[in-house]
């Protein structure tokens, strides 16, 4: 069988940028903090915890003092730098730069529509470390939604400003467009022209969709693979699914198994922008072992 993978899938540059500075520093220090899972890989926080990476909470960082933090590539709250600084830690901040600048525009804009008695509406999962980071720049005032049900918490006859999380999916940004605009519509439609849309989307990872679509109905076989914490795995796994019904979605090369390939399929391995490329390399060995 011939075996190939996605010179698309991989990091994207955010989360590339973050395990480069958690290395440099491990290398110079031996050890390092780092808030929450550097990325959502279990393999890959495996490899830098054997460096020295050490995985914290928030309850745990409140009570340090007088050493060293990696914030990971999903930003954080404003909360999160007072503590450092009353803690004397020394942040390494390692912010996806996309994420800063979202931040920066979700600050500026609730500002702005809070004077008006207006929302900030955030498209993202509650919870999510990035949508913890943008709601934290306006004072956890900010609604977030995912569902229809979500949308209950908006009040349609005040003005609306839309963001996104940066790693969801543009099809799903414009269905939530589309059902803000008719609830607006149907309750107060003299507010359409306060409804404010802003695609905060990164295209860097939102471009991987229609990529994959091609990349799975152009091989036999599919090979997904990606840590099961990771959401934008789970996300493009399903892309791969339904271009082609032979994908399946593995963590690492222990859960290949022989009987989902014949000796001419045509065989595609890929991943999500949380995946390391030694990962899938790792992978491409074992599935040429395969008899």
């Keep these: 069988m011939t075996i190939d993978i996605d010179h698309k899938s991989g990091y994207c540059f955010g989360v590339e940028f973050a395990i480069q500075m958690a290395e440099d520093e491990l290398d110079e220090e031996g050890a390092l903090y780092c808030l929450g899972d550097i990325v959502h890989n279990g393999m890959e926080v495996e490899r830098l915890a054997a460096k020295g990476l050490k995985v914290i909470d928030h309850k745990e960082l409140a ?27 020394e942040l390494i901040d390692a912010s996806c730069p996309v994420v800063l600048k979202l931040q920066n525009r979700v600050r500026n804009a609730h500002q702005k529509v809070k004077k008006e008695e207006g929302q900030t509406v955030i498209y993202g999962k509650q919870g999510h470390a990035e949508v913890v980071g943008l709601t934290g720049q306006t004072a956890n005032e900010a609604i977030v939604v995912m569902n229809d ?13 839309l963001f996104s999380q940066t790693t969801k999916s543009t099809k799903g940004f414009g269905k939530l467009v589309g ?5 607006i519509a149907d309750t107060a439609p003299e507010m359409e022209e306060e409804f404010n849309i802003n695609d905060s989307i990164c295209r860097q990872v939102s471009n991987r969709d229609p990529h994959l679509e091609v990349f799975a109905q152009n091989h036999d076989v599919i090979v997904f693979v990606s840590g099961k914490k990771s959401s934008n795995g789970k996300a493009l796994f399903q892309t791969c699914k339904a271009n082609n019904e032979r994908s399946y979605f593995i963590e690492s090369e222990t859960e290949l198994e022989a009987d989902w390939f014949s000796t001419d399929d045509k065989v595609g391995i890929c991943g999500a922008t949380s995946t390391p490329n030694w990962l899938m390399e790792q992978v491409k060995e074992a599935l040429g072992k395969i008899e």
Excluded: M, W
């Design 63 to 89: 009570e340090l003092h007088d050493c060293k933090v990696l914030i990971r590539a999903h930003g954080e709250p404003p909360e999160t730098y007072k503590l450092a600084l009353k803690n004397n830690i």
């Design 149 to 161: 049900e979500d949308l209950d918490q908006v009040d349609f006859t005040k003005p609306i400003t």
């Design 179 to 183: 059902k803000i605009k008719s609830k």
